[in-house]
């Protein structure tokens, strides 16, 4: 037998090796094709079988189908597609094709050629085949208009047709708004392109001959269904399963859900099973649970362009949401504790529960095995007396990980009962102190530590004389909480205290000194730096010795209500934005810093604040310019007074501007306005000055001057009044000259007072007188008179010819003369140039050159004397009335004052 089984392997291999060598050169051809029309699906179902080879099916041969489909009237080809697949027994095989022309509206046919993959030889084309169902099935008693119904994807094109019956034939066609005349044709064929919106509705009219025009049938455009989004599956109690999804687009219109409508398919991945199909409206699919707790489902979304899926894979434990279907409720409850109970659908499975309260703003979660019933109780504790609750409870399966909270139930409401308040009450004291008594009001709220623990229904006060604590009064009111109380100078002792329907709370104490030392309050006004929207910043002295600061003011300054407010402070503190709504701009608040001491309060600082303060109107500070002068003018304003209330004047600013536009007044600094204007400008930071006085202006020029008060910004404004100022005309020069007039002269005076002879001998000094002394010796020639100074010059007349003769003492007592002459330096007389003297000194000059007439008479004993070259005499001689006796009269003798000259660059060397 093996030796059988040897042979039969040895005569199969070569048959086998011809098979696979001979493959490439078979060829199948296809025969008894076939088409059949879906006119639902618009869809072809092409049939046909190979011929009978039964070599070639063993051996499993690939093998391509080459498809092409067309038009028979235009003689289009529509597709050209290749099918492959592999050879079978049956011998038959299928192919369907979706037209994009309708299958009414024109002649589909088909053939067919194959030829096997490995291999490059196709058979031969079958012949045409023609779809039965066409134009040719179609009745032609009546028009046709095609596709009716017709549901194309979004933006793609559309193909449809106009058929008239017989013997007639087609005149136009409207499409979408679009109007068009054909020629007179039995058929037409058009494609046209649908616009990108969806979902959208076409008509299709179409016009006939015979009076049949006027049909029109709709074409409808939409798109393939989004993939299914957010699969969900869970299970309230471990029976039955729900699973939840999102479809994503939905086309909510009812041409469109009646031609393609949107279908779910929700079906088991690794079985046929279907747990439902449901319409679009729908996004759930509940099913029951089977002995399984694995489960792997595949969601289908579908409409007639497509379909997409979605799969998922969950345990069914951990998809446990328990449903409460027995809402909360209350039992037993007092002023801090309560009781709930509730209730939720039985889970089939032995899971714990765990569930969540919601009290107010808090929660609490408790963990709980539930009854046979499913069951629940809880009790809550540490609630607040005579407070008003809201609870509601949610609950989840105690499992890992955790799945979801259960929705949460309706709220309930219920109310504990009433407790003694507890805590004290924030009270503060406003006085004001009159003619022998203060009028105290006491005012009081509830404290952060106070609590009512029920309606208020009282409160009560007592206060008592320090001083004699026998006299004591006590009060009540009960909506109020304020009281006015009228005390004497005495310090006093004020409790208040509150009252519910169960008790009272501890009494609140303050103590009112018998005098307030106002007198040393450091009051100040303080700016706006470190505030804030709506924040007013104080800051205050710390002092250890006060266990606690207050801060008391009215937010409402101007209105008789005031709304007094106060805020207290721990022994640390010494600053604090204080905060309110009411605080506006442009108001001054005051506000009154107190520390507190043995319940006893002590005023220690007054502060005036702005939240922010507001600039002074600059047209209501006029000034008034006087004491004008010719350099200067004096300014006075008004200070302002309490009637300004937005802001603290800090000073002023004094403005002037000059036709020179030139800033050159001490102590002004130049401004630039806009429009290039040059403003002067002078700040003055004393708001209680009200005068300045300009100086160091120029005489005879205008000015004009404003003053601006200022609170914090010392600005320029279009609104200054400038008043003109014209200084005066100079008139100091005249009286400098007057001045100077007066007095030079007695500087003059007092200099020559003290130096008389000094200067008279300078302007007039003494000139010598020269005289003539006789003396009967003499040397002749020219005597040099270098060393000399004469003080007397005796001049002798030349006597008359016909004179009588006469003696010579008679002569000389007749002729002799005396004559006073002054010299001027000035007056230059030639020297002589035969004469040789020192050019330091003056040289004399001849005698006949002074007037002196030399008779050749001798008038001396020896007339040789008086020669006119014997000047040595001259010189010499001084001649006395009483030495005259004797001499010869006949000479006459005149005596003149003689003052030496001296050359001219001696006299620039001169002392006179």
């Not at 193909?159 to 044709?185: L, M, P, W, Y």
């Not at 009270?427 to 029920?454: C, K």
């Not at 030392?517 to 010795?545: F, P």
């Amino acid at each position: 037998m093996d030796h059988c089984i040897f042979h039969t392997i040895l005569l199969c291999i070569p048959l086998c090796l011809g098979l696979v060598h001979s493959q490439d050169k078979w060829v199948f051809e296809p025969r008894n094709l076939r088409i059949h029309s879906d006119k639902s699906l618009q869809q072809l179902i092409l049939k046909w079988d190979v011929s009978d080879d039964s070599e070639a099916y063993n051996s499993k041969i690939n093998i391509v189908f080459n498809i092409e489909i067309r038009l028979r009237e235009e003689e289009r080809i529509l597709a050209n597609e290749n099918y492959a697949t592999v050879l079978n027994k049956s011998r038959q095989y299928q192919w369907s094709f979706i037209s994009e022309v309708p299958l009414e509206c024109a002649t589909h046919e088909a053939r067919i050629r194959s030829k096997v993959t490995s291999s490059e030889i196709w058979s031969s084309w079958t012949h045409w085949v023609a779809s039965a169902y066409g134009p040719d099935a179609l009745s032609n008693e009546k028009h046709h208009i095609l596709p009716e119904g017709k549901v194309s994807e979004e933006g793609s094109n559309v193909t449809f047709c106009c058929i008239a019956k017989e013997n007639e034939s087609v005149t136009s066609f409207t499409f979408d708004g679009e109007n068009r005349n054909v020629t007179h044709q039995r058929r037409i064929l058009e494609t046209k392109k649908t616009n990108s919106s969806f979902p959208a509705r076409f008509q299709l009219a179409c016009g006939f001959t015979g009076g049949g025009g006027g049909d029109s049938i709709y074409i409808y455009s939409n798109r393939q269904p989004d993939k299914p989004q957010n699969l969900s599956c869970e299970t309230e109690d471990m029976i039955n399963i729900r699973c939840t999804w999102e479809p994503g687009y939905v086309v909510e219109k009812d041409y469109i859900d009646k031609v393609c409508p949107m279908e779910f398919n929700l079906s088991d991945v690794s079985s046929t099973k279907t747990y439902c199909s449901t319409k679009f409206q729908n996004y759930a699919c509940s099913f029951k649970r089977d002995n399984q707790f694995l489960y792997n489902v595949n969601l289908t979304s579908r409409n007639c362009l497509g379909q997409k899926e979605e799969q998922l894979s969950f345990n069914v434990m951990n998809r446990v949401r328990p449903v409460i279907i027995v809402k909360p409720s209350v039992g037993h409850l007092n002023a801090t504790f309560i009781q709930l109970s509730w209730q939720i659908k039985p889970i089939d499975a032995n899971l714990s529960s765990l569930c969540q309260i919601n009290v107010g703003e808090n929660k609490y979660n408790i963990t709980a095995q539930s009854n046979s019933k499913s069951h629940f109780l809880f009790q809550l504790g540490g609630l607040q007396p005579a407070t008003k609750y809201r609870f509601k409870v949610r609950c989840a399966a105690d499992v890992r990980p955790f799945w979801k909270w259960s929705n949460w139930t309706q709220s309930i409401s219920a109310e504990t009962s009433e407790a003694a308040p507890t805590g004290l009450l924030d009270i503060w004291r406003h006085i004001n102190s009159g003619l022998g008594q203060r009028d105290v009001t006491v005012f009081w709220r509830e404290s952060s530590d106070f609590h009512a623990n029920g309606k208020i229904q009282k409160y009560h006060l007592s206060w008592e004389n320090l001083e004699d604590p026998s006299v004591r009064h006590n009060d009540s009111v009960s909506a109020s909480q304020s009281y006015t109380i009228s005390l004497g100078n005495h310090s006093y002792k004020i409790l208040v205290w509150a009252q519910n329907s169960v008790s009272t709370s501890s009494p609140s104490v303050i103590i009112i000194p018998a005098t307030e030392r106002n007198g040393t309050v450091h009051y100040s006004e303080e700016t706006t730096d470190n505030n804030e929207a709506h924040k007013i910043y104080i800051a205050w002295k710390h002092q250890s010795k006060f266990s606690q600061y207050v801060i008391d003011w009215c937010n409402q300054p101007t209105s008789p209500s005031c709304d007094f407010q106060w805020k207290k402070y721990g022994q640390i503190k010494s600053s604090d934005h204080i905060a309110s709504d009411a605080f506006k701009p442009g108001v001054r608040y005051t506000f009154n810093v107190y520390g507190i001491q043995d319940d006893r309060s002590h005023l220690l600082e007054k502060k005036a604040k702005y939240l922010k303060e507001m600039e002074p109107p600059s047209h209501d500070l006029p000034c008034n310019i006087s004491s004008i002068t010719a350099n200067s003018f004096k300014v006075t304003w008004n200070q302002y007074g309490q009637e300004f209330k937005y802001g603290f004047i800090r000073g002023y600013m004094l403005y002037m501007k000059m036709d020179n536009q030139n800033c050159s007044v001490k102590g002004f600094k130049p401004l630039i306005h806009p429009g290039n204007l040059i403003i002067c400008s002078y700040k003055i930071e004393k708001p209680s000055q009200t005068e300045f006085t300009v100086e160091h202006l120029k005489p005879s020029t205008k000015y004009l001057f404003a003053v601006q008060a200022y609170a914090v910004n010392p600005n320029y404004t279009d609104g200054v009044v400038f008043k003109t100022v014209n200084t005066r005309y100079d008139e100091k020069w005249l009286f400098y000259l007057l001045y100077l007039l007066l007095l030079i002269p007695l500087i003059l005076m007092c200099m020559c007072a003290s130096k008389s002879n000094r200067v008279r001998n300078c302007l007039c000094p003494a000139i010598p007188q020269p005289k003539v002394t006789p003396f009967f010796k003499m040397s002749l020639g020219i005597t040099e008179v270098n060393d000399m100074v004469p003080n007397q010059l005796v001049m002798l007349d030349k006597p008359q010819e016909l004179r009588p003769k006469q003696t010579t003492l008679g002569i000389l007592l007749e002729n002799m003369t005396y004559s006073q002459s002054t010299y001027y330096p000035e007056v230059q007389i030639e020297e002589r140039t035969n004469q040789n003297f020192n050019s330091d000194v003056t040289s004399y000059k001849p005698l006949q050159d002074f007037g002196f007439t030399i008779s050749p008479k001798p008038c001396a004993p020896d007339a040789s004397l008086y020669s006119k070259d014997n000047l040595n005499y001259l010189y010499q001689m001084d001649v006395p009335p009483s030495l005259i006796q004797g001499t010869d009269l006949s000479c006459s003798v005149h005596f003149l004052d003689y003052r030496p000259q001296r050359s001219t660059s001696s006299r620039r060397n001169s002392d006179y």
